[in-house]
Each structure stands twice: as structure tokens, then as C-alpha cells.
């Protein structure tokens, strides 16, 4: 796990911010926006104890660990969908009063405020642009693994 705890609570967060994920890319990405990262595999959620756990794997194993690495009488915000059917215990949520909260979009206003205000840069996040007239291509190109947005230029 990097160890970046003044940088992660520069980042805008004003909390110790780890990602934990599987594509090495998209975590060097984190990391130079000054966020702990931790590889999949060598992560302990037992270990965690956090305060906030955001949950954006899609996976009943993402959501499982997810459960695991929030402290009792913390916050588990969920991100993603789960395509499958979960066999879940929920006990630990009971017995550890963890809060569970749904999170689609979120609210807009701050986010287009910290963009506008240049405290967010989305560049880094965009794999390729493409004119109008190669919008399917572009939407073909979107759905390739390794490729995180893909913007379609209307001008």
C-alpha cells in the first residue's frame, strides 16, 4: 500500500482517501492525485477499520470485502450494481451498526463547481475524443478493455 496520508487529505477530501482495485493504470492514476492505493489482491479488509467505505466493484466479492473493511458505526456508501443475485450476510451490518447508503450520481453542484474552479482535472481520465461523424467507432472504442471515457466532440 502507498503510503501518502498528508497528500490523500490534500486531495479535497480532508480524509485519508485508499482505492482498492485490480488495473494497475487506473490506480497509478490515483496515485498521482495523492490517493492511497492498494492492489486487490494484497489487501485486508479486516484490516481496515474505515470510517468510509465506498463500494464501486460491481462484484459480491468487492461487496463483501467492502463490509469487512468498514468499521463498526461506520458509513458504507454503494457505488455499483451487482448484476448477480448476492448471498449476503447482513449480520455484520447489524451487529456492527454499519450505515448503508445508496449512491447513484450524487449532487451535482459541488461537481461542477470544483470544475469549474480547476480543482478537478477530468483530462487525465479521457482515453480519446472523436469528431461527431466517427461516433459509432467511438462508442466501439469506449467499450475496449484498458479504456476508462471517450468523449465524442459535437463542434
Same mark, same amino acid.
Given at each position: ?52 467505505? !465506498?463500494?464501486? +466493484?460491481g462484484s459480491?466479492?468487492?461487496?463483501? $470485502? *467492502? ?6 458505526? &461506520? =458509513? @458504507? ?16 451490518l447489524v ?30 481520465? !479521457?482515453?480519446? +475524443? ?6 459509432? $467507432? *467511438? ?6 478493455? &484498458? =479504456? @476508462? ?7
Amino acid at each position: 500500500m502507498s503510503h501518502r496520508n498528508q497528500t490523500s487529505q490534500q486531495a479535497g477530501t480532508g480524509a485519508r482517501v485508499t482505492a482498492v482495485g485490480r488495473h494497475p493504470e487506473k490506480l497509478a492514476s490515483l496515485e498521482a492525485r495523492g490517493v492511497e492505493t492498494c492492489p486487490a489482491g494484497t489487501f485486508d479488509p479486516a484490516s481496515a477499520n474505515a470510517d468510509l467505505v !465506498v463500494e464501486a +466493484t460491481g462484484s459480491p466479492l468487492g461487496f463483501e $470485502q *467492502a463490509i469487512a473493511a468498514t468499521r463498526p458505526r &461506520g =458509513i @458504507l456508501v454503494l457505488k455499483s450494481t451487482v448484476a448477480e443475485r448476492l448471498q449476503l450476510d447482513l449480520a455484520p451490518l447489524v451487529i456492527n451498526e454499519i450505515q448503508v447508503v445508496g449512491s447513484r450520481c450524487g449532487p451535482f453542484a459541488p461537481a461542477l463547481d470544483a470544475l469549474a474552479q480547476g480543482r478537478v482535472s477530468v483530462a487525465p481520465l !479521457v482515453s480519446e +475524443t472523436f469528431p461527431l461523424a466517427r461516433a459509432t $467507432q *467511438a462508442l466501439s472504442r469506449a467499450g475496449e478493455p &484498458g =479504456i @476508462l471515457k471517450v468523449l465524442i466532440d459535437c463542434s
